[in-house]
């Protein structure tokens, strides 16, 4: 018999150019049922006091969640429950091949989900493809490999947030989000490498995909190429919710991710 009222350990990990404030509503709502709740800042984001140009690779970047999942006891039984949003299901792969044996599941909140069969890489080769470059707007975009080659790094701009990224939120959590974000490395060339995720460590872990109806920025299309093709335990869906779910449909993206902790243990 399930026991729906264990208390889990939840750990939220940002996309590109947020940090762990963009969490604070479905933090406070999990927290408030009880669960423990992590809301990480990865490198340059959030109150990270890191620059960018501090941040030389990948490694730098997810350092933060690498540290958290390192603190975790072995003696403690408890797995936490992985969650990522947008580019941050780049990240939490990395996490999945280094810790397996500490995580229930792994949560893909309209995120990035790579395989083990190629190179994360691969997945921002197939977003840049898929959408016109003029519909990022305002958002700034750093070319170091020269304009034919995959950005080194974004700055979503306001335009963008307010009109395609956080178009189902409130004026006061766009203004909340025009006013933190930060730029964010996108680290082609390391998510480029073989081997980075193996099917005995990263494949073992178990894998839902949370489909946000309505997103503009990872569209209903690639997020279900990457269901389509990688092939998660479970898919859920949230109605209404376009990219910024934890701001537009907090509840209703808590009350999956409790509900899919209670069947992953």
Not at 29 to 56: F, M, Q, Y
Not at 96 to 111: D, G, L, N, R
């Amino acid at each position: 018999m399930e026991n729906y009222d264990e208390k889990k350990h939840f750990v939220l990990v940002h996309g590109a150019c947020h940090g762990a404030w963009c969490w604070y509503k479905v933090l406070t709502l999990l927290e408030s049922s009880g669960h423990r709740v992590t809301a990480i800042d990865l490198g340059a984001s959030g109150v990270n006091p890191k620059r960018l140009d501090e941040i030389a690779s990948v490694s730098d970047y997810v350092q933060p969640l690498m540290d958290l999942m390192t603190s975790l006891s072995q003696e403690d039984d408890q797995k936490v429950v992985l969650v990522a949003h947008s580019y941050g299901g780049l990240c939490t792969p990395l996490a999945m091949e280094e810790f397996p044996e500490k995580i229930s599941v792994s949560v893909f909140v309209s995120a990035y989900m790579p395989h083990y069969n190629s190179p994360p890489a691969t997945l921002i080769q197939e977003f840049f493809k898929s959408i016109p470059i003029e519909s990022l707007l305002d958002t700034q975009l750093t070319f170091e490999n020269g304009m034919e080659k995959l950005p080194n790094s974004a700055f979503f701009g306001p335009d963008y947030l307010k009109t395609t990224m956080y178009k189902h939120c409130s004026l006061e959590d766009l203004e909340l989000g025009k006013m933190l974000v930060r730029p964010t490395g996108l680290f082609v060339e390391d998510f480029s490498k073989e081997g980075m995720l193996t099917k005995e460590k990263f494949g073992s872990v178990n894998r839902v995909f949370v489909i946000c109806k309505e997103d503009e920025v990872v569209t209903e299309e690639f997020q279900q190429m990457m269901i389509d093709n990688y092939h998660p335990k479970e898919t859920k869906i949230i109605d209404g919710a376009g990219h910024m779910v934890m701001f537009s449909k907090p509840r209703q993206l808590c009350q999956i991710l409790q509900d899919v902790a209670n069947k992953y243990h």
